[in-house]
């Protein structure tokens, strides 16, 4: 039992198309000496030559010699494409996977930092007393900065062993089908260098606060608060209800100089939070669109009609296509190559017999004549040209210039991969013809019916030309993906959990280190049922400033990112913001006044004679 490149890959084809299979039976000479004859066959001889392929030019010159000019070669291998497509894919789940990563530590570092930020602030209860007794203000900050790098320096060392139990996990989808030894594995560099980075991250967070805690204690006047915040000012002169005043100013007023909150922080942190959950609904929305929509990836018809691996099969298809009553459009498509630019690039001619049945555009127009060419993105890029210049090209007539008339996505499946996404280039049949020695055979068609997905009109066509009626399947590159498709809702479940701990951090906080405030509400008149109000108030505050920061900043980020990974792939960057969105907004202020219902009973029985006699 063996494993081959091609074992990793599925086709996603359905199991009548005849050409699709990866499949092999490694059998013995005998075999094939014995059933040649009555099996169907290609032959074919593998070579290694001395040079590499710097020694191909006189190969290929001396077999065409003893075959007059009959045979046809292939570079590389079947294993090689498979590998090379297997490859692509998972690095795209890795790309997919950094930026998910990337997501989350930076959302981490906002929303971590801020709480070793409140440990500063904490610590900080006592300086008043350490300052009369002659304590220096560098001796208060690293009073306030201990608690916070040691808990970030304990977290990393817990955080290690927990991401090593969890490598037993990984990797995920394409990726683990190629791992030989899945299980344990302990990645040095990046395990310890990741603790070591994000400790010194959320150690330097701390030191910040630390400093600015103990700064405020040895200058009074630098901690004192303005009157109020304007919102808050604003509400009472058009007389909203008291409970609704305070939790505004409760939400916005970091408090007084004996009982700082870092009311700030939390809400920056609440609406980073909510951005990253939007970024990674976004590019997950726009991930599934491009698995559920193959016009993304190239595939602008409803079925392709044939064998890319036959000879010309012109006169017999043409003529049953243009008979069928069904089809709305046909296109045929040979497929070539050439060098252009001095790099080996693959060419589809086409030639539209019905219709306009043609790859996608994402620029520019489809050739028209023979000295014309579209090329894809990713040839675009590695010949540095743009739509609307000019490109060399080695014809059988010597170097002509070619003009880049578009910018096209081309299918690979329609040369059942042997062009993979984002490569390639579109001629007209005449003008890839002149790219070769040998006359292209015509042999894929690409069908676009008048009902799609009529099955009766998919039936006759399988009954027409069995085995090779090829219904709409997605390019390697996005059948990999799939196995990363549920790490956005993932992401965004994580990130969510972690915006409500920030709102229910801040809310006990407040509630805490505001005693003296809640006792003097109460002794001035306010209930319990106003005091929870009050708090209730401060949490739907704190949620929708987050989320009137956090929806469009999210959406932009998630659409950036998108465009970024469908750009390098060259793919159409469509990227799917969906209203459903919206729906965070009444979560999200639910999920808030859920976590705030504990703070607030406790804050409806605060005793304020108690407090304020200790006051």
Known sequence: IIRTPSDLGASGAPS??????TGSLFLTAAFYHRFAGSVGNMPGLSFHLRRGLAGLPAFRAQVNRLTGGRAQFEL????????AAVQRGTGLQALALLLFGTIVALAMLVIVGQSVA???HIASDDFPVLLALGSSRGQLAAIALAPGALIAAAGMVLAVPAAYALSVFTPVGLARRAEFSPGLSFDTPILLGGAVLLTLLLTARAALAARRAAWDQADPAAGSRGGGPRLARWLARRGFPPPAVTGVRLAFEPGSDRSPVPVRSAVLGTALALAAVIAALVFGASLAHVIGDPRLAGWNWDVAVGNPHSGDTAAQTIPKLRADPSLAGFTATALGGGVIGGQDVPVVGIQTLRGHVAP???DGRLPRGPREIALSGGELRALHRSVGGLVSARTTRG???LRITGQIVLSPEITNEQVRLGT???MTLAGAGTLSRMPLPVNVYLVRLRQPGDPAAIARLKREFP?????????????????VNDLPLVLASVLTLLAVGTIAQTLVTSVRRRRRDLAILKAVGFVGRQVRASVAWQATVIAGTGLIVGLPLGAATGRWAWTLLARGFAIEPVAVISPALLLAVPVVLLLANAVAAIPARTAARTRAAVVLRAE
């Open 360 to 362: 996608p555009l994402l």
């Open 76 to 83: 590389g291998s079947d294993d090689a494409i498979a590998a």
């Open 424 to 426: 390639g280039g579109v």
């Open 399 to 401: 170097v002509a210039a």
């Open 118 to 120: 409140r440990l500063a």
């Open 467 to 483: 085995g090779v009626v090829l219904p709409a399947v997605p390019p390697p590159e996005v059948r990999e993906v799939e196995g």
């Open 16 to 21: 009548d198309v005849i050409f699709t299979g």
